[in-house]
């Protein structure tokens, strides 16, 4: 069974489809052992609450410095002994002990297809933003395994979206949250949670 603990920031649409996915079987072999955001006030921590999900907030507000809520952030991941992290929309930088700590047992959604749109100053909204702005045809979401760079993990899976006319960031981020993140991420946690998924150097070997 793998062990998974969850990391949100925002209104928690992505850990709604992981546990919708473990309750209605698409996502197999997993729990949900907590959920962990640095944001008191994240929806994504009501959606556990009501669904039974230990869930904790450890916020860098609450800490003398960055070092030491670092220290605390990881203390309260290791406290839930995690097979695997997913951020899902958790909007803080990783500190590096824990990459190293977790390195390709951490993964993250981005709501673009990688390289495109993605690195320092990409997330959210300004990723859809900059793709309406650049005038693309096609966009999408990627989960990645998680590195010491912004976005440049082995990728696992991707899914295209096509940008419709007169698209706006709001209704294109809707868009690829529905016909992308919260099918891709389940997806990929159940690869995770069944051994089919390798890491080779930069990237991943998935066996169907
Ligand atoms: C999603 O768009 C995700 O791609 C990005 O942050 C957003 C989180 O949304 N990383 P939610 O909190 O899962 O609704």
Redesign the pocket.
């Known amino acids: 069974m793998l062990r998974i603990v969850v990391m949100?920031?925002?209104?928690?649409?992505?850990?709604q489809a992981i546990i919708d996915g473990v309750k209605n079987g698409t996502i197999t072999n997993t729990e949900i052992a907590g959920v962990i955001s640095n944001n008191r006030n994240a929806y994504?921590l009501e959606r556990a609450e009501k669904s039974g999900i230990p869930n904790r907030c450890v916020s860098p507000k609450d800490y003398e410095s960055r070092e030491i809520f670092n220290e605390k952030l990881l203390e309260a991941v290791d406290e839930y002994s995690p097979d695997l992290i997913v951020l899902?929309?958790f909007l803080v930088v990783i500190p590096p002990a824990m990459i190293e700590r977790y390195r390709n047992r951490m993964i993250n959604?981005?709501?673009s297809l990688i390289p495109s749109f993605c690195g320092k100053g990409y997330?959210?909204l300004k990723v859809h933003e900059a793709a309406l702005e650049r005038g693309v045809k096609v966009v999408g979401?990627t989960v990645h395994f998680v590195d010491e760079g912004t976005d440049t993990g082995p990728i696992i899976l991707q899914k295209a979206v096509e940008t419709q006319q007169g698209d706006t960031p709001e209704v294109l981020?809707r868009r690829v949250?529905e016909q992308a993140?919260w099918i891709i991420l389940p997806r990929a946690i159940d690869l995770i949670a069944n051994g089919k998924v390798r890491v080779e150097g930069r990237r991943t070997v998935i066996e169907e």
Not at 8 to 15: D, E, I, K, M, P
């Open positions: 949100v920031s925002g209104g928690g649409t992505n850990l994504a899902a929309g959604i981005h709501p997330y959210g979401a981020q949250m993140e």
